[in-house]
């Protein structure tokens, strides 16, 4: 079976702070790894993925992850927090099925 | 650029009534999906739907829910007598390959409240 824990459903920084947004998973078969992010009354918009191949992942909007085996995590990074960043992000694994985890909310403070 | 549409944005419905939530995949798609998000809770997924059948449903997607691709761009999720836990944000999905590896492209929405 397949589930995502994210650590801390909501996190703060400073504008131009680094942004660190854990997630680890579980999953009895190779995963694959999403994060998604969720503006207001927007749907879920594709961050990143890994699925095979180089386990450090760059996305849209300088967001970078790391797929970790040994840790069995996949935590979100951006260098340097923009106000626009601020939104829900949402981790998942996908095995037979999509799981996705509770959502961080993330507040980027001026 | 080519979206995920649903409506209504809100839907307010009394308990044991019947509601159809609509969504409209991207054209070019064949794999539709449904999710739900109570309130605080995770994302949950619901079912898949591909080549006018089901592919896949979770336990959450008992006898009371259906889905439909009633013609060529809608995709419904329907439910037949709406209970106070169905109260949730419904989310459409699509994609165009198969595989859960591929990127499933996420509608805004639609907020469900059962009174």
């Known amino acids: 079976a397949q589930s995502v824990t994210q650590l801390g459903s909501h996190v703060s920084v400073s504008e131009g702070a680094l942004v660190l947004l854990r997630c680890n998973y579980s999953s009895s078969v190779p995963p694959y790894l999403f994060w998604y992010v969720q503006y207001p009354n927007q749907g879920l918009q594709l961050l990143l993925k890994?699925?095979?191949?180089?386990?450090l992942v760059k996305g849209i909007n300088g967001f970078e992850a790391e797929f970790k085996k040994s840790e069995t995590s996949f935590h979100l990074t951006k260098p340097s927090a923009h106000m626009s960043d601020a939104a829900e992000y949402f981790c998942?694994?996908?095995?037979?099925?999509?799981?996705f985890g509770t959502g961080t909310s993330l507040t980027v403070i001026p | 650029e080519p979206e995920v549409t649903q409506t209504p944005s809100h839907q307010v419905t009394q308990m044991g009534q019947e509601v159809i939530l609509r969504c409209v995949p991207i054209s070019n798609h064949l794999y539709f999906y449904w999710y739900r998000q109570i309130l605080g809770q995770k994302v949950e997924f619901l079912v898949s739907?591909?080549?006018?059948?089901?592919?896949?449903k979770s336990e959450i997607f008992d006898d009371q829910f259906s889905v439909e691709r009633p013609d060529g761009s809608n995709f419904t999720l329907k439910i037949r007598s709406t209970k106070l836990e169905d109260s949730a944000m419904y989310f459409c999905?699509?994609?165009?390959?198969?595989?859960?590896?591929?990127?499933?492209?996420f509608g805004p929405g639609t907020r469900l409240t059962v009174l």
């Open positions: 998942a694994v996908a095995g037979n099925q999509f799981y």
């Open positions: 890994y699925t095979t191949g180089a386990t």
């Open positions: 739907f591909y080549n006018n059948e089901i592919s896949e």
């Open positions: 999905a699509s994609s165009s390959k198969r595989g859960l590896y591929n990127e499933q492209f």
